[in-house]
C-alpha cells in the first residue's frame, strides 16, 4: 500500500475544497458564477437568491407587518470592525442588534454591500424589480436566535436567516448615515484587511418606510448559497450621490495587500435566478404603494376645484338660459298678442338674445 497515495486520495480533495471555500470564488473568470454549482452544491438549487420581482405576480399578504429594527441606533461606544473579505466591505454587528416582526427573533450578524463598475452601464444591485437594476444593494444579515446557538448553526437551516434588502439609486444628494461606511473604505483596499471604525445608527441606511416591502424564501447570494435565507427586500430605495457610488465602485481590491495581479473589486452581484416553485409575497397592495409626489397632490386638488367651479358656471348658466327661454317665451306670446305681424316677432326675439348675452355672461360669471 503507497502510503503517500492513500494520504493524497483522502486528504487532499479536502484541502482543496477548504482552499477553494476560503478565496477562489469570482464574479467572473475561472470560478464565475455559472461554476459555483460544481463547487458549491446548493448553488445549483432550485431556491436561489437574487430573483427579479415581477410586482404584478406578487401576491398581497396582510400578515406581513412592518419589520422592526430592534436596537439599530444604540449602537453603543464599542466601534464597529469593517473588512474587505475579497468579495464585498462587510461590517460586523453587534449581537443585541435584532430583527421583529418575522415568526423569530433574529439577532444581526453583519452587512455588507454589492456594487457595479463604475462605468456607464446600469447594474449594481443583485435583487431587480420588474427587471430593473439599482445601482447598489445594501444586505443586513441575522440568524434565527430562537431556534439557533449561533449563525453558523443557523446558515444552513431553513429560516435559519433573515436578511434585509436595501436598493440603493443615486441621486443629486449625499446620504451622510453611508458615509460611516465610504469614507473607511480607504482604509480596507486591499482583500483581508480589516480597520476598526467609529459605532454609527445603523437605522438610519435604511428606507423610512419599512412596512412596504416583498418576502420570499431564498438562499446566500455568495458560495455556499445556502437556501436558509427569509428575504424581505424593501419597496423604498435609499439614495446616495453619484460621488458616494463612484467610491464604493472603484476603492477596493479583491486581490490582497502585495499582490503583483491587482484586481479591483467590482460588479461583486449575482445575476439574477429562477423563481421556480416559489411565490413572491408583498407586504402592500399596488395602490397602497403608489405614492403621490406634494406636485401630484396639488395638481390633482386644483383640478378638481377647476372642475367643481366650472361645473357650477355651467349648471348656473343652463338654469338661466331656461329661465331666459322661459320668459322669452312668455314676452313672444304677449308680443303676439299685441301685434300679430311675424316678421316684429322675429326681430323682438333676435333683439332680446342679442341684449341680453352680455348680461347673461356676467351673473354667470
Ligand atoms: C455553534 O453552535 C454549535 C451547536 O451548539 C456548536 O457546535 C458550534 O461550536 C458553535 N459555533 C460557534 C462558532 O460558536
Ligand atoms: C417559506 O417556507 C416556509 C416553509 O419552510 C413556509 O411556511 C413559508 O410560507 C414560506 N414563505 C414564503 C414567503 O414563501
Given at each position: 500500500m503507497d502510503c503517500v497515495a492513500l494520504f493524497m486520495l483522502l486528504f487532499l480533495p479536502g484541502l482543496h475544497w477548504t482552499a477553494a471555500e476560503e478565496?477562489?470564488?469570482?464574479?467572473?473568470?475561472?470560478?464565475g458564477q455559472s461554476e459555483w454549482s460544481e463547487h458549491?452544491?446548493?448553488?445549483?438549487?432550485?431556491?436561489?437568491?437574487?430573483v427579479d420581482v415581477v410586482t404584478t405576480q406578487t401576491k398581497y399578504d396582510p400578515a406581513l407587518t412592518p419589520l422592526t429594527p430592534l436596537g439599530?441606533?444604540?449602537?453603543?461606544n464599542q466601534p464597529f470592525t469593517l473588512y474587505n473579505n475579497g468579495h464585498t466591505a462587510v461590517i460586523e454587528l453587534p449581537d443585541w442588534m435584532s430583527l421583529g416582526g418575522l415568526p423569530w427573533l433574529f439577532s444581526a450578524v453583519q452587512m455588507h454591500l454589492h456594487w457595479g463598475n463604475?462605468?456607464?452601464?446600469?447594474g449594481g444591485s443583485e435583487h431587480t424589480i420588474n427587471g430593473q437594476s439599482a445601482e447598489a444593494e445594501l444586505h443586513v444579515l441575522h440568524y434565527n436566535s430562537e431556534l439557533y446557538p449561533n449563525m453558523s448553526a443557523a446558515?444552513?437551516?431553513?429560516?435559519g436567516l433573515a436578511v434585509l434588502g436595501i436598493l440603493i439609486v443615486t441621486g443629486e444628494e449625499t446620504n451622510p448615515a453611508f458615509n460611516n461606511i465610504i469614507n473607511y473604505l480607504s482604509r480596507i483596499r486591499h482583500a483581508n484587511q480589516k480597520v476598526f471604525i467609529p459605532a454609527f445608527?445603523?437605522?438610519?441606511?435604511?428606507?423610512?418606510?419599512?412596512?412596504r416591502y416583498y418576502r420570499y424564501n431564498g438562499s446566500?447570494?455568495?458560495?455556499?448559497?445556502?437556501?436558509s435565507v427569509i428575504w424581505s427586500l424593501f419597496n423604498e430605495r435609499v439614495q446616495i450621490s453619484k460621488a458616494q457610488l463612484l467610491k464604493m465602485e472603484t476603492i477596493l481590491f479583491s486581490s490582497k495587500a502585495g499582490d503583483p495581479d491587482r484586481m479591483l473589486l467590482q460588479d461583486n452581484y449575482r445575476a439574477t435566478q429562477p423563481l421556480n416553485h416559489r411565490a413572491v409575497f408583498a407586504s402592500f397592495t399596488a395602490e397602497s404603494g403608489k405614492e403621490l409626489t406634494s406636485g401630484e397632490v396639488t395638481a390633482i386638488v386644483i383640478g378638481i376645484m377647476c372642475g367643481c367651479v366650472g361645473l357650477a358656471v355651467i349648471v348656473r348658466f343652463i338654469i338661466k338660459t331656461i329661465r331666459f327661454f322661459t320668459l322669452l317665451h312668455h314676452e313672444t306670446v304677449a308680443v303676439n298678442r299685441w301685434h300679430s305681424s311675424p316678421t316684429r316677432t322675429r326681430l323682438a326675439l333676435i333683439n332680446c338674445v342679442v341684449c341680453n348675452i352680455p348680461f347673461w355672461i356676467e351673473k354667470c360669471l
Amino acid at each position: 500500500m503507497d502510503c503517500v497515495a492513500l494520504f493524497m486520495l483522502l486528504f487532499l480533495p479536502g484541502l482543496h475544497w477548504t482552499a477553494a471555500e476560503e478565496t477562489s470564488w469570482t464574479y467572473t473568470g475561472m470560478v464565475g458564477q455559472s461554476e459555483w454549482s460544481e463547487h458549491y452544491p446548493e448553488c445549483g438549487g432550485t431556491s436561489q437568491s437574487p430573483v427579479d420581482v415581477v410586482t404584478t405576480q406578487t401576491k398581497y399578504d396582510p400578515a406581513l407587518t412592518p419589520l422592526t429594527p430592534l436596537g439599530y441606533s444604540q449602537h453603543g461606544n464599542q466601534p464597529f470592525t469593517l473588512y474587505n473579505n475579497g468579495h464585498t466591505a462587510v461590517i460586523e454587528l453587534p449581537d443585541w442588534m435584532s430583527l421583529g416582526g418575522l415568526p423569530w427573533l433574529f439577532s444581526a450578524v453583519q452587512m455588507h454591500l454589492h456594487w457595479g463598475n463604475g462605468g456607464p452601464s446600469y447594474g449594481g444591485s443583485e435583487h431587480t424589480i420588474n427587471g430593473q437594476s439599482a445601482e447598489a444593494e445594501l444586505h443586513v444579515l441575522h440568524y434565527n436566535s430562537e431556534l439557533y446557538p449561533n449563525m453558523s448553526a443557523a446558515m444552513t437551516q431553513r429560516d435559519g436567516l433573515a436578511v434585509l434588502g436595501i436598493l440603493i439609486v443615486t441621486g443629486e444628494e449625499t446620504n451622510p448615515a453611508f458615509n460611516n461606511i465610504i469614507n473607511y473604505l480607504s482604509r480596507i483596499r486591499h482583500a483581508n484587511q480589516k480597520v476598526f471604525i467609529p459605532a454609527f445608527d445603523v437605522q438610519s441606511l435604511l428606507p423610512e418606510d419599512l412596512g412596504r416591502y416583498y418576502r420570499y424564501n431564498g438562499s446566500l447570494t455568495t458560495p455556499p448559497c445556502y437556501q436558509s435565507v427569509i428575504w424581505s427586500l424593501f419597496n423604498e430605495r435609499v439614495q446616495i450621490s453619484k460621488a458616494q457610488l463612484l467610491k464604493m465602485e472603484t476603492i477596493l481590491f479583491s486581490s490582497k495587500a502585495g499582490d503583483p495581479d491587482r484586481m479591483l473589486l467590482q460588479d461583486n452581484y449575482r445575476a439574477t435566478q429562477p423563481l421556480n416553485h416559489r411565490a413572491v409575497f408583498a407586504s402592500f397592495t399596488a395602490e397602497s404603494g403608489k405614492e403621490l409626489t406634494s406636485g401630484e397632490v396639488t395638481a390633482i386638488v386644483i383640478g378638481i376645484m377647476c372642475g367643481c367651479v366650472g361645473l357650477a358656471v355651467i349648471v348656473r348658466f343652463i338654469i338661466k338660459t331656461i329661465r331666459f327661454f322661459t320668459l322669452l317665451h312668455h314676452e313672444t306670446v304677449a308680443v303676439n298678442r299685441w301685434h300679430s305681424s311675424p316678421t316684429r316677432t322675429r326681430l323682438a326675439l333676435i333683439n332680446c338674445v342679442v341684449c341680453n348675452i352680455p348680461f347673461w355672461i356676467e351673473k354667470c360669471l
